[in-house]
Each structure stands twice: as C-alpha cells, then as structure tokens.
C-alpha cells in the first residue's frame, strides 16, 4: 500500500501545489480520519516531512483529537 502510493504518486502534494519538487515520504489522510475522513486510497495524498508535520500541528490545533508531538 504505501510502495503503491509512492510509485503513483512520489512528490509532495502540497509542495507541489507552490511549484516545489519534493519527494514524499510520509503518507497522509487528507481528510483526518479525526474529522471523518475515509481511510482509502481516495483520501490519502503524500507529503514530505516538513509539509506532514506543519499538517498535522493544524489539526492538532483544530481538533484536539491527535496527540501533539
Ligand atoms: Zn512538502
């Protein structure tokens, strides 16, 4: 699962989005599964770990739900 996500889809989602090429290497729910969120194929992206962890800290902020690192 997660070598088919890599091999579809290799660079970072969100760095791509501001014309960055980052390879990801954290595989992320875009839609937390904390906030509802499917876990499938369909829902999950991948991130570099920097965009991963800045993510993660926002939902953190938001719901509560996921433990702060
Ligand atoms: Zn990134």
Redesign the pocket.
């Known amino acids: 699962m997660r070598a088919a996500l890599f091999a579809r889809e290799p660079l970072?989602?969100?760095?791509?989005k501001h014309g960055?090429v980052?390879l990801?290497t954290e595989r992320d729910h875009i839609k937390p599964l904390a906030e509802g969120g499917a876990d499938d194929d369909s829902n999950i992206q991948g991130?570099?770990?920097?965009?991963?962890e800045s993510k993660s800290h926002a939902e953190a902020l938001r719901g509560r739900h996921r433990a702060r690192r």
Not at 12 to 16: A, H, L, P, Q
Not at 47 to 52: A, D, F, V
């Open positions: 970072c989602t969100e760095c791509s960055r980052t990801a991130l570099c770990h920097s965009c991963h």
